[in-house]
């Protein structure tokens, strides 16, 4: 015990002799001189993994924590990776949010590319997701990083690694730079320049800006009254600055989360998704009776959309607003293309159906959906949405906003609503009613427990429907590479359907549930949700009972 002290004692030593940030070496020295052997052994009992979402963690000393030391050794593996492929002098374009230690790790990122002999641009200041994954190929880049945690709590940062393409990075790319992080031994080895790169300016935004004409029809209604929330983020500017171009009413601004915090002071977790997140948007809605409200979530790449309901305000789901989307871009005429991840609902499936159109699912993420061939639009449950793939190959929730305030002003001169077309979906193909059971932990073992258990003892019903196939997707399919994920398929006429998997960015297990309610007129459509959700309600009670939860 006492010699796996001292070794742990050295290798934090070690690890506060090559620190650079002052802040991060002041917190390890105090926990060394504290002897506070419990903490220093959580911090130093392994390194944050390198994968397909780049970096993710809580700010803080030490390999396992987000900070300088950290990100420089994974922009140092990062740029050895790109010259291995051949890039040596290639372009990396460098993007950061408004959170803690963004510019700092958006800075030494630079200072590490231009040390290793590419060149480094850095965005001119915090601007959201969107910008940085547009202007890699507007600017010719091998690579480009955006510094982010996106929706996280506010002590979590990270990094995103897109290549040349535009698109995140997957596999094999992220278990060779992962490789190429791994075999840095010490900070020392790594040149830092102390200037040397570019420091862009707002061409770039401006460039962006001009392609998101490519969203919208000219001429197309513009009138459309909107509350908009940019929660705490990086948002607002460009929101405000699109609007203003294309002639939509300027939106009304939730004051108190329209400049960027990165303590997010009114929201306990920033992710318009989040209980209690949208509540000042529903209070300015309250207030100025706008025809929609939309949010996006701290770093711009998701849009929430929200709309009136019973005197109140409801925020639809991300599938609701795929399904909108997806409908409004078949009316435009839209060819190519449509895909969404295995968690989203089939509607989007249906939709292309109708009009002859591709159509494909893709594991969760937008580094996969983005790669599809031909694709024209792509979204996924959790609020993503990519209208634009020519412009942006990520989810975009700058142009969505756009999108979604076109659609909502064409139904508004039709005396109209998202809702009516929500309504005319259900008819059409059925309502496709979608719900999560959704949980948060502090102990990742919980996870890992459930997953197994499932994989055990598989359930063989939920909510008194047989499963007729359970499918374990870390075998892959016939479609599909592998991933940690089991999905279900429950008999009858309602095609229920189940899909478990950890998240990929934060501490959660998520499970995402479907049926398909079939709708002969109007009048069947509040029926038909109220018997959806009932199964659903059950569903979720039964399968809970069967991870142990």
């Known amino acids: 015990m006492e010699q796996a002290q001292d070794d742990l004692l050295t290798r934090a030593r070690a690890w506060l002799a090559e620190d650079p940030d002052e802040e991060t070496a002041a917190e390890l020295r105090g926990l060394i001189e504290a002897g506070d052997t419990a903490e220093l052994a959580d911090r130093f009992s392994g390194t944050l993994q390198f994968g397909t979402a780049g970096l993710r963690g809580e700010i803080g000393a030490g390999p396992m924590r987000m900070n300088r030391s950290v990100v420089i050794r994974a922009a140092a593996g990062l740029a050895a990776y790109l010259k291995a492929q051949g890039h040596e002098g290639g372009l990396v374009v460098v993007g950061y949010d408004a959170r803690y230690k963004s510019a700092d790790f958006a800075r030494d990122t630079a200072a590490v590319m231009t040390g290793a002999g590419l060149r480094a641009a850095v965005l001119p200041r915090p601007l959201p997701t969107p910008v940085l994954a547009y202007a890699i190929r507007h600017l010719g880049a091998v690579a480009g990083v955006e510094v982010t945690a996106s929706h996280n709590p506010p002590r979590d940062n990270g990094y995103k690694v897109y290549l040349g393409d535009g698109s995140q ?211 996924e449950e959790a609020l993503g949405y990519c209208v634009d793939p020519e412009g942006v190959r990520d989810k975009d929730g700058i142009t969505a906003a756009l999108l979604v305030a076109e659609l909502a002003s064409v139904l508004k001169e039709q005396g109209r609503t998202l809702t009516d077309l929500l309504d005319d979906l259900a008819m059409a193909h059925g309502l496709h009613h979608t719900d999560q059971l959704s949980v948060r932990v502090e102990d990742l073992s919980i996870i890992a427990n459930a997953m197994a258990r499932l994989r055990a003892e598989p359930p063989t019903a939920l909510a008194g429907l047989r499963v007729v196939s359970a499918e374990d997707l870390s075998r892959g399919t016939a479609t599909l590479p592998p991933t940690d994920g089991l999905r279900y398929y429950l008999e009858g006429d309602y095609k229920a359907r189940v899909i478990c998997r950890p998240s990929g960015t934060e501490p959660k297990l998520k499970c995402y549930l479907e049926v398909v309610v079939p709708v002969a007129e109007a009048s069947d459509l509040t029926s038909a949700r109220v018997r959806g959700q009932e199964i659903l309600d059950t569903v979720k009670k039964d399968l809970a009972a069967a991870m142990g939860l």
């Open 169 to 379: 990075i997957v596999s094999p790319a992220d278990a060779q730079i992962a490789a190429e992080i791994d075999a840095i031994t010490t900070l020392a080895s790594v040149p830092r320049p102390s200037d040397g790169w570019l420091q862009l300016d707002e061409e770039v935004l401006e460039a962006y800006l001009a392609r998101t004409d490519a969203v919208l029809t000219p001429g197309s209604p513009r009138g459309v009254r909107t509350v908009y929330t940019a929660m705490h983020g990086v948002g607002k500017d460009v929101v405000m600055a699109a609007f203003a171009r294309h002639g939509f009413p300027t939106p009304v601004l939730v004051a108190e989360q329209a400049e960027p915090d990165p303590a997010f002071p009114t929201v306990a977790f920033p992710n318009p998704e989040e209980p209690g997140a949208m509540d000042l948007a529903f209070a300015k809605a309250a207030e100025v009776h706008p025809d929609i409200v939309i949010a996006n979530d701290p770093d711009a790449d998701r849009c929430a959309v929200a709309v009136p309901d019973d005197g109140g305000w409801r925020m639809l789901r991300g599938d609701e607003v795929g399904a909108l989307l997806a409908a409004h871009l078949v009316h435009k005429g839209a060819q190519g293309v449509f895909a969404e991840s295995i968690v989203s609902s089939s509607l989007l499936g249906r939709i292309a159906e109708a009009v002859n159109l591709g159509y494909e699912e893709t594991l969760t993420g937008f580094k996969w959906i983005s790669r599809v061939e031909g694709l024209r639009y792509g979204y």
